[in-house]
């Protein structure tokens, strides 16, 4: 029934089959998280770093109702520059596939698609959570149901720091989803290595977390895995500086009344703003980054199911 839906890259669908390292991408950080050109650069700048790294890039997205894994660079183009495509996340699904849109997938969404085609690592910016203010507003990131439910790795810069990461951290541990530092004892908190608060596990290498996650579902329990990777020191922000950036950011979005969908957008292009452009800068070498440790937690997943 999923063929229906669902159409697979043949340079992907080959490595699935061979059982080699394949490392699935998002396209809302392409569409609706940086500007034209700079989406673009970054994106292929992201495939080619996970091919260098050894594994096969997988960018998925909907493009006219169809779940592709695994995108052209025309169709990279083509979400990069166009001014209707829907923010997807699992809810939005069944409408975007029905009425034949085109539509970038959240990373919950990300990694529904990446599990449909057997993908297991994913690699993005951060990961959304629990909004500050969320105990009146209940306003929570559908990916943490998503990492608590989905077998899918997903390797980021910890949780974007326009959130409460605090709340965050709490709601992945009640719903079993492991929090891991690569090789840091800190969860990342996107734009600074630092956050005070600490990860459930620290790993060393990729190696490291190959074997939790043949180990996690191996014994069947289910869900995904946070790969804590924080930003390259050189990359760093510094962290009261980008705190009082998001802290005017998100008076200016209460003024203003936006929420939903357009609040994290809104929080993001402000805070390019209220910086100087330096946030974009950092948040394009974190994914950078993001995709090497991937990769190569990728290839080693790889290497030990073949054995």
């Known amino acids: 029934?999923?063929?229906?839906?669902?159409?697979?890259?043949?340079?992907?669908?080959?490595?699935?089959?061979?059982?080699?390292?394949?490392?699935?991408l998002e396209s809302t950080?392409?569409?609706?998280?940086?500007?034209?050109?700079?989406?673009?650069?970054?994106?292929?700048?992201?495939g080619k770093i996970i091919r260098e790294n050894g594994a096969v890039p997988?960018?998925?997205?909907?493009?006219?109702?169809?779940?592709?894994?695994?995108?052209?660079?025309d169709e990279i183009e083509f979400l990069a520059t166009s001014?209707?495509?829907?923010?997807?996340?699992?809810?939005?699904l069944p409408f975007v596939i029905s009425k034949k849109l085109t539509g970038a997938t959240t990373v919950a969404t990300t990694m529904i698609l990446a599990n449909f085609a057997g993908i297991k690592v994913f690699a993005t910016g951060g990961i959304g959570g629990v909004h500050r203010g969320a105990e009146t507003s209940f306003d929570i990131?559908?990916?943490?149901?998503?990492?608590?439910?989905?077998?899918?790795?997903?390797?980021?810069?910890?949780?974007?720091?326009i959130l409460d990461i605090g709340l965050t951290l709490e709601y992945l541990e009640t719903n079993g989803v492991p929090v891991v530092g690569f090789k840091t004892d800190e969860m990342p908190a996107f734009y600074t290595r630092k956050s005070g608060f600490s990860v459930d596990y620290k790993v060393d290498s990729s190696m490291e977390v190959a074997e939790a996650l043949k180990a996690k579902w191996d014994l069947?329990?289910?869900?995904g895995m946070v790969i804590a990777n924080p930003i390259p020191q050189q990359y760093e922000m510094d962290y009261n500086i980008i705190n009082n950036a998001i802290n005017n950011a998100l008076k200016e979005?209460?003024?203003?009344?936006?929420?939903?969908k357009k609040f994290t957008p809104f929080l993001l292009d402000?805070?390019?703003?209220?910086?100087?452009?330096?946030?974009?800068?950092?948040?394009?070498?974190?994914?950078?980054?993001?995709?090497?440790?991937?990769?190569?937690?990728?290839?080693?997943?790889?290497?030990?199911?073949?054995?």
């Open 220 to 223: 069947n329990l289910k869900g």
């Open 29 to 46: 950080i392409i569409s609706h998280g940086m500007p034209y050109p700079k989406n673009v650069e970054m994106a292929k700048t992201v």
């Open 141 to 161: 990131s559908a990916d943490l149901q998503e990492l608590a439910n989905t077998n899918v790795a997903v390797v980021c810069a910890g949780a974007k720091s």
């Open 270 to 307: 402000r805070i390019k703003n209220i910086t100087d452009g330096k946030s974009l800068d950092s948040n394009i070498e974190l994914v950078y980054n993001n995709a090497k440790v991937a990769a190569n937690i990728a290839k080693d997943l790889s290497n030990i199911s073949k054995k």
């Open 253 to 260: 979005s209460k003024e203003n009344n936006i929420t939903v």
């Open 58 to 73: 997988a960018t998925i997205a909907i493009i006219n109702g169809v779940l592709k894994v695994g995108i052209t660079e």
């Open 83 to 92: 001014k209707d495509v829907v923010k997807v996340s699992r809810r939005d």
């Open 1 to 24: 029934m999923l063929d229906k839906y669902l159409e697979i890259h043949s340079e992907v669908r080959k490595a699935l089959d061979n059982g080699d390292p394949v490392v699935a």
